[in-house]
């Protein structure tokens, strides 16, 4: 006698008292704190405060050992529980000209006021494996500076009074909240940056990468990059004026293109922008380009038909939170559509083979 | 699970939700985009019926919840699950007690009543999506009710394969207007979607509702020379000997031996508790209590 097998409930409590033993891996090693992630994998918590869209440090370290480094899925559980927190207001605009600046070159000029400060990054290290690390130890401390306390003007802004580059227009508009309203087409810039400042890393990269090897070429030259912490404020109605909550890191990059004019602009530099938070220098650079790539109706350029310029391509896709989800779904159960299908193929294949015997 | 709103989402969010399910009500068919969340589960696996059953659930209703038409599906039971959790409702696994029942991928066999409400999980609410991947053309072509290129593509069937080879997720006209998407429900289901029970369909990944009202005219897209055909194994179950329900194919043995049982197990128990025997089935009444896989 044929009984159906069952899914059960115990099937899938059984599957999670396992996951929880294997995330904790074995117990004889010391287990990891989320001050340790916190910490020492800065860059994995940073991403995934970005693309989960919370700046939260203690909360994104949780959810990356929860997820057991699995960074999609650290992001998951941040943006399911975001989207539970109540909301009591807006910030005002961050001042990124305000920002404490621990890294912020150019490329595009030697010396800039405010200086070069090349800061924490991984640039000019040979990578090479550091046997070091594999054994516990101190560190040597690194050389101190008093940091600048004044204002560090944007580059672009002195590209802006010679008027060579483009100038944005201003707008006091409140923007859309992708997170609230459903993205429709065209997308509004607003609306593309927001999308682009959580979207996958892999993914914005891959679309910039294409823009640099020629899928919409657009040569961009990182006008500055910028990395620091900025205060955040926010209006107090019962106050009457706005006052500091706390700061938070950002990543900005603003690119210098290259643009010949068009038929609605005359020639001049053209901008691509990115904003992430955290130190996230790669995404922030990559979606400055992508950001460029997706202006080109403004800017009154052709559409090449490359992928970097469909904004409804990029914007619909670049989520890996959709992507993995839906990707993901495929292992569910199927058999009902696979049946119909079945059934549609061996049809057409008897009729196939009558068709083939009544003609021999 | 105190520290979350009863059916986990706040009240603002499932009265945006009811509006786009009352915009969907009032206009059979049409795909309303919403401002789906994120939720604790991943998008693809049912947030779209989820959100549609949070915002329709109220404290008095019985929730039963199928994948395949079965109620012991792992996803089911997941989904089941967690409004057991978040909204404490009670829940069954027999259609006829159910008043919200939230499903992917099938219509229960019996024939639902005016007070129950049917929850479809969508994955991809455009039906004219594989002909044209842009929304802004398809949103463009169901505005001006331009539907040429669906008949093409049925026609474009019926000259290759000498029939429509679409065999679920069969598209349908709604109310003689737009023409729509019933879920990757096997095309035997469709002509069920003409019911007396309301019919919401959330799409959470593509942020869309959208609606049947009872009662609404539902037509299968087809051609008067090639008229649209609901298809099933032609089987009766092995279990409870029905021949009126859609079946699903068991592998038995690594001979090829095979068997076809009752895709909704709801159905399927209920017969046989009514007495019906299939060709392999037993006198005795079956539990319908899990078991483990």
Redesign the interface.
Known sequence: ????????????DNAHAWLAEERRGDTSVAELSLAQIREQLKLAVNRVMAEGSLFDPDLAALAIKQSRGDLIEAI?LI??Y???L?RFGNSRPVETADMACDRRVSATFKDVPGGQVLGPTFDYTHRLLDFKLAAEGELPEAPTAPPRREPTPHVTSFLRDEDIIQTEPDSDATPRDI????????ADRATRLQTLTRGDEGFILGMAYSTQRGYARNHAFVGELRIGTVAVEMEIPELGFAIEIGEIELTECETVNQFTGSKTEPPQFTRGYGLVFGQTERKAIAMALVDRALRWRELGEDNVGAAAQDE?FVL?HCDN??A??????IK??????F??????VR??RR?ATAAQEAAE | MSEYNFAYLDEQTKRMIRRAILKGLAIPGYQVPFASREMPMPYGWGTGGVQVSAAALTPDDTLKVIDQGADDTTNAVSIRKFFERTAGVATTEETERASIIQTRHRIPEAALREDQILVYQVPIPEPLRFLEPRETETRKMHSLEEYGLMHVKLYEDISQHGQIATSYAYPVKVEGRYVMDPSPIPKFDNPKLEMAAIQLFGAGREQRIYAVPPYTKVVSLDFEDYPFEATKADHACDLCAAADSYLDEVIMDDAGGRMFVCSDTDYCRSRRAAGHVGRLGSEAPLSTGPEAA
């Open positions: 006698m044929y009984v159906a097998v069952k899914g059960g409930e115990r099937a899938i998951f943006r399911a975001r989207t539970t109540p997170t609230r309203e459903p993205v429709a087409f065209p409804e619909s939170i959709q993995t989800g839906f990707l993901e779904h569910l159960p199927h058999y009902v559509d049946q119909s299908e079945l059934e549609l049809k057409l009729e």
